[in-house]
């Protein structure tokens, strides 16, 4: 949540900082839609340009797994 704060209070640099620690954080509770959804999350507020995004690689592989078109098609416009 800090991490989005940060970004759409113009804080990039810091949300760039805090995403990754958010989505490590997610992987160590297990909670694989959360990393994807905050993932998402990421690239949409920072762009998948950023360094913290790469590219939104893992969100795209999962959502690809899932079938999830929409979230892939989110991605994308991002």
């Given at each position: 949540m800090e991490?989005?704060?940060a970004a759409l209070d113009g804080r990039?640099?810091?949300a760039g900082d805090l995403y990754p620690v958010?989505?490590?954080?997610?992987?160590t509770l297990n909670g694989n839609l959360?990393?994807?959804?905050t993932e998402l999350e990421l690239?949409?507020?920072?762009?998948?340009?950023?360094?913290?995004?790469?590219?939104g690689e893992e969100a795209k592989y999962i959502f690809t797994q899932l079938g999830a078109?929409?979230?892939?098609?989110?991605?994308?416009?991002?």
């Open positions: 991490a989005g704060l990039l640099d810091q958010a989505i490590d954080a997610w992987r959360d990393v994807v959804l690239v949409h507020l920072l762009g998948s340009d950023h360094s913290a995004a790469a590219g078109v929409p979230y892939l098609a989110k991605l994308e416009v991002d």
